[in-house]
């Protein structure tokens, strides 16, 4: 199938976007330097929530804010010194750094074939290390902990009985069930149309199958939705409402204009044929 020549405002897009769309060729160096980033991610959170380091009460201080103090007895109880000494809500959220680099590593190792230069390798991997870690100090900090949060919830003690031991705030295990959701669903989406693409007679054709029938940037949502539920187990209810509605307008609006000229220009009637068939832009039924 033919397509059209990118205009001269796609070409000039092309050389802002950090993902190159629509060069498809193997980027070793960028690989790796995302993939090394992402990993170093996973101790940096757990250097910033363990009483051991604790490396995030040390910056709060520094910026004078004070910190909730050390949790002890720890609400989480699984014989590991290392997890127990996180309390079950920075358990959540070292488990949530670690689940978010590993699906990050998964897509520039796997899901994606666009081309992924150093640059921009560099540029994500920060990103989102200072997204995971501004989470964390926000846990930490007394007047923004999700800790606070009510209402909470009574959990095992483990036979012992500390006053406090067994409450969690509802809003750590919303978005822990809520982030295992989001994750689950922009995966399994990129996952299909890896697939989908992967075969020769589809290599021009648009994905609508499974997932990508419910919305157009089906991805866009798993990936809002799992932000938006970090933020909530670090800062509340209100922090993960906000961060879930500014990633989801942002690639509601910004994005997703971006992808419909890309599209548009690439795949012509089949892209319009699918924005009629699936009218939703990111969150099926609603937007």
Same mark, same amino acid.
């Given at each position: 199938?033919?397509?059209?020549?990118?205009?001269?405002?796609?070409?000039?897009?092309?050389?802002?976007?950090?993902?190159?769309?629509?060069?498809?060729?193997?980027?070793?160096?960028?690989?790796?330097?995302?993939?090394?980033?992402?990993?170093?991610?996973?101790?940096?959170?757990?250097?910033?929530?363990?009483?051991?380091?604790?490396?995030?009460?040390?910056?709060?201080?520094?910026?004078?804010?004070?910190?909730?103090?050390?949790? @002890?007895?720890?609400?989480?109880?699984? *014989?590991?010194? !290392? +997890?127990?000494?996180?309390? /079950?809500? $920075? %358990?959540? &959220?070292? =488990?949530?750094?670690?689940?978010?680099?590993?699906?990050?590593?998964?897509?520039?190792?796997?899901?994606?074939?666009?081309?992924?230069?150093?640059?921009?390798?560099?540029?994500?991997?920060?990103?989102?290390?200072?997204?995971?870690?501004?989470?964390?100090?926000?846990?930490?900090?007394?007047?923004?902990?999700?800790?606070?949060?009510?209402?909470?919830?009574?959990?095992? @003690?483990?036979?012992?009985?500390?006053? *406090?031991?067994? !409450? +969690?705030?509802?809003?750590? /295990?919303? $978005? %822990?069930? &809520?982030? =295992?959701?989001?994750?689950?669903?922009?995966?399994?989406?990129?996952?299909?149309?890896?697939?989908?693409?992967?075969?020769?007679?589809?290599?021009?054709?648009?994905?609508?199958?499974?997932?990508?029938?419910?919305?157009?940037?089906?991805?866009?949502?798993?990936?809002?939705?799992?932000?938006?539920?970090?933020?909530?187990?670090?800062?509340?209810?209100?922090?993960?409402?906000?961060?879930?509605?500014?990633?989801?307008?942002?690639?509601?609006?910004?994005?997703?204009?971006?992808?419909?000229?890309?599209?548009?220009?690439?795949?012509?009637?089949?892209?319009?044929?699918?924005?009629?068939?699936?009218?939703?832009?990111?969150?099926?039924?609603?937007?």
């Amino acid at each position: 199938m033919a397509t059209s020549p990118p205009s001269p405002r796609q070409s000039a897009k092309q050389h802002l976007d950090l993902v190159q769309r629509g060069r498809k060729k193997p980027s070793p160096l960028g690989t790796a330097t995302f993939v090394g980033l992402r990993l170093l991610d996973i101790p940096l959170q757990y250097a910033l929530l363990s009483p051991s380091y604790d490396l995030g009460r040390r910056l709060l201080s520094v910026l004078h804010i004070t910190p909730i103090p050390v949790l @002890s007895p720890s609400l989480l109880i699984t *014989g590991i010194p !290392a +997890l127990d000494g996180l309390g /079950a809500g $920075g %358990a959540v &959220l070292v =488990a949530m750094a670690a689940g978010s680099s590993l699906k990050q590593i998964l897509w520039v190792t796997y899901l994606s074939a666009e081309e992924f230069p150093p640059r921009a390798a560099v540029t994500l991997g920060l990103f989102n290390a200072l997204f995971n870690s501004v989470n964390s100090l926000l846990f930490l900090a007394a007047a923004t902990t999700s800790l606070r949060s009510l209402p909470t919830i009574v959990l095992p @003690s483990s036979g012992r009985s500390s006053r *406090g031991m067994g !409450a +969690l705030p509802l809003s750590v /295990a919303v $978005g %822990a069930a &809520l982030y =295992a959701t989001g994750l689950a669903l922009e995966t399994a989406s990129e996952w299909q149309r890896r697939t989908f693409k992967a075969r020769p007679e589809n290599a021009d054709k648009v994905c609508k199958v499974g997932l990508w029938r419910w919305a157009r940037h089906i991805n866009y949502f798993g990936y809002s939705l799992w932000s938006g539920a970090y933020a909530m187990a670090a800062s509340g209810w209100i922090g993960g409402l906000a961060v879930g509605f500014l990633v989801g307008r942002d690639l509601g609006t910004r994005a997703v204009d971006e992808l419909d000229e890309y599209c548009g220009g690439r795949y012509g009637e089949q892209w319009a044929q699918f924005k009629r068939e699936v009218p939703y832009r990111i969150v099926p039924g609603f937007y």
